[in-house]
Nanobody, 125 residues
Framework: QVQRVASGGGLVQPGGSLKLSCSAS????????IGWFRQAPGKGREGVSC????????FYSESVKGRFAISMNNAKTTVYLQMSNLQPEDTAAYYC??????????????????WGQGTQVTVSS
């Protein structure tokens, strides 16, 4: 099973920007849709963004809409999350994973457990 690895996290001041990347050892991210999720300490995992493979449509949680942008390289080996105007509430471990949009929310597939390696984003002054 190919493991996805997220990178690009770090410590940033409020209002700053970061760009996260996620790949699977150079292999194609062969999912119908791929997105980003995050988990803050003591909280459940939250769907942040989803890129639908068929038509390239994108979906965002209300908490990041207008500040985050998801994209993928042409080879479909890397998915990115450009994050701008970061706030302390964005502090979390970020993971990429297959996704779906259900009722306006970004969700993983049912019974999904293979989260792979995340990257920590800390927003603090």
């Amino acid at each position: 099973q190919v493991q996805r690895v997220a990178s690009g996290g770090g410590l940033v001041q409020p209002g700053g920007s970061l760009k996260l990347s996620c790949s699977a050892s150079g292999k194609t991210l062969d999912y119908s849709s791929i997105g980003w999720f995050r988990q803050a300490p003591g909280k459940g995992r939250e769907g942040v963004s989803c890129l639908r493979g068929g038509d390239g449509d994108t979906f965002y949680s209300e908490s990041v809409k207008g500040r985050f942008a998801i994209s993928m390289n042409n080879a479909k080996t890397t998915v990115y999350l450009q994050m701008s105007n970061l706030q302390p509430e964005d502090t979390a471990a970020y993971y990429c994973a297959p996704c779906q949009e259900l009722g306006g929310l970004v969700r993983p597939p049912a019974d999904f457990t293979s989260w792979g390696q995340g990257t920590q984003v800390t927003v603090s002054s």
